[in-house]
């Protein structure tokens, strides 16, 4: 098992669309131990695969709610969710990060429900649902797969502040990433 540095907003791999799994052997239960490990490291609730810049169709999720811990993986995942909200996400209760935008915060709307379907590592079906934590978790990840930061899904003056803070960083352009246990973003 292994740490594996994380990609940055900016690179072409996180707006790419994953590719479905089509071999389920040793090397793939590996990699979503990796996946584990270096959403470990990070601290975070999910990684998706091409966080990592690896272009399969898989994530892992880790988190505690109020009332238990939700831990599991997902290869070539399907999402279905309670309809989006429309309005104004609200600046506390709808605080959103992400391991491929290090040390950022902004609301984000997201669905109250979520189910993803999907196979495990020996490909037999997996089927997680949720709500609140839990299903923002499974719609993040889910996005990531289908090529897309929850950056994207921001609207008005949060996502006029995420394009500035983009910016300040420098963060708009490949290359950029850093290693969970290492103090600094390259």
């Not at 959403?39 to 505690?64: E, I, K, Y």
């Not at 491929?100 to 609301?107: I, K, L, T």
Request: glycine share 8%; proline share 8%.
């Amino acid at each position: 098992m292994a740490v594996r540095p994380i990609l940055i907003s900016g690179d072409p791999r996180l707006a790419t669309p994953a590719v479905p799994v089509t071999s389920f052997d040793e090397e793939l239960a590996a990699f979503v131990e990796d996946l584990f490990e270096t959403n470990t490291a990070a601290n975070g609730a999910g990684l998706a695969a091409n966080q990592v810049g690896d272009p399969r169709a898989v994530f892992v999720f880790d988190l505690v709610d109020e009332r238990r811990r939700y831990r599991g993986h997902l290869i070539n995942p399907v999402l279905e969710t309670s309809e989006l909200p429309e309005t104004m996400p609200d600046p506390d209760d709808d605080l959103e990060g992400c391991l491929s935008v290090p040390g950022e915060w902004f609301p984000c709307g997201r669905a109250r429900w979520a189910k993803v379907t999907g196979v495990d590592v020996t490909g037999a079906p997996v089927t997680v649902e949720g709500t609140g934590y839990l299903a923002r978790c499974l719609q993040h990840e889910s996005d990531h797969l289908n090529g897309h930061l929850y950056l994207d899904r921001l609207i008005g003056r949060n996502q006029r502040a995420a394009r500035k803070m983009i910016k300040a960083r420098r963060w708009n352009a490949p290359g950029h990433s850093w290693l969970p246990g290492s103090t600094r973003a390259s």
